[in-house]
């Protein structure tokens, strides 16, 4: 970026040096034509700094976009088993109500005491029944 710019200032030493001035037509296309070179270069700096501060802001929503991946889907990283070790386990449990297929995280079961079918809204699991049959 910076080649452009001292680039134009030559150009504009370079006119005042051979005494190039708007007395004459040749003089005043040289001046507009200089004058609309430094005019671009202004502007090319402009969109430069923008898109690098465009880079930084998309580069920083990037790595926030990661940190809610993890954060909902887990590490996506290999365990001494190979598995991935980050990602949910899921339990695929059939409603004794509708009888459709539904799935639930592992984990449910520490958190919830009863497990209702997103389908029809019936218990699927309780805990105090379980507890009671024990």
């Not at 919830?112 to 029809?120: I, R, S």
């Amino acid at each position: 970026m910076n080649y452009l710019i001292e680039r134009v200032a030559y150009l504009k030493g370079l006119m005042d040096g051979l005494g190039i001035d708007d007395s004459t037509n040749e003089g005043k296309i040289l001046i507009n034509i200089i004058d609309v070179l430094d005019d671009i270069v202004d502007e090319i700096a402009e969109l430069h700094d923008s898109r690098a501060e465009l880079d930084e802001y998309v580069q920083t929503i990037d790595e926030d976009l990661s940190n809610i991946e993890d954060e909902l889907y887990g590490q996506n990283s290999l365990d001494e088993d190979g598995d991935y070790s980050g990602k949910a386990q899921y339990i695929e449990v059939e409603c004794p109500h509708c009888h459709d297929i539904v799935y639930f995280t592992d984990d449910i079961f520490d958190i919830e005491d009863e497990l209702l079918c997103p389908n029809c809204n019936e218990t699927i699991y309780d805990e105090e029944d379980n507890n009671d049959a024990d």
